[in-house]
């Protein structure tokens, strides 16, 4: 009896650990693309509505408080009341402050690359803060900042705007 009560123990034990330790989250997100840049860098509002953003993201837990991962993202708006779509790969590091209690802000960092309709490829440069509520639900401001090769040197496309993204890990 007492080894029974003993390996159930250990095996409650060690599967709680298991699910604390969870090391692979995917998530998929959604949200708003918001003008800012564009209002502040470009001299005034040239950004039409609606605007749309959809993304799927892989996340490895290096450790509890760092996640290593990539992003596969589509984003559509318009620039100066044209049409714009843009495809992105990116790699993120996020940092997560509080990963334990039940609202966890993090901050993170990512570089890829965009595919835009008009023909166009931009490495981007990807900052990004939010919050992670319970184990699921994450909120986050990402700003995909572009820049073109122009002779050599990058110069930035203030062209691209911000993202507020809801999402969901699992």
């Known amino acids: 009896m007492k080894r029974n009560i003993i390996l159930l123990a250990i095996l409650l034990t060690s599967s709680i650990t298991l699910q604390a330790q969870k090391k692979h989250l995917f998530e998929i997100g959604a949200g708003a693309v ?4 564009m209002m502040f860098y470009m001299g005034g509002p040239s950004f039409g509505g609606p605007a749309i953003n959809a993304y799927g993201e892989y996340r490895y837990a290096i450790q ?3 996640h290593l991962g990539g992003q596969l993202g589509y984003k559509a708006y318009s620039k100066e009341k044209i049409p714009m ?3 992105s790969a990116k790699a993120h590091l996020t940092a997560n402050i509080l990963p334990h209690r039940k609202v966890n802000p ?3 960092l ?3 690359y965009g595919f835009f309709t008009n023909g166009s490829n931009h490495f981007l440069l990807v900052p990004r803060i939010g919050i992670q ?3 699921h639900l994450r909120i986050a ?3 995909d900042m572009a820049y073109e090769n122009k002779s050599g040197d990058y110069d930035r496309d203030d062209h691209v705007p911000q993202s507020f993204n809801v999402a969901w890990t699992f």
């Open 85 to 87: 779509h843009m495809i």
């Open 133 to 135: 509520i319970g184990k």
């Open 141 to 143: 401001l990402e700003y």
């Open 110 to 112: 990512g570089i890829g």
């Open 34 to 37: 918001l003008p800012l840049s």
């Open 106 to 108: 993090y901050a993170g």
């Open 64 to 66: 509890d408080h760092i």
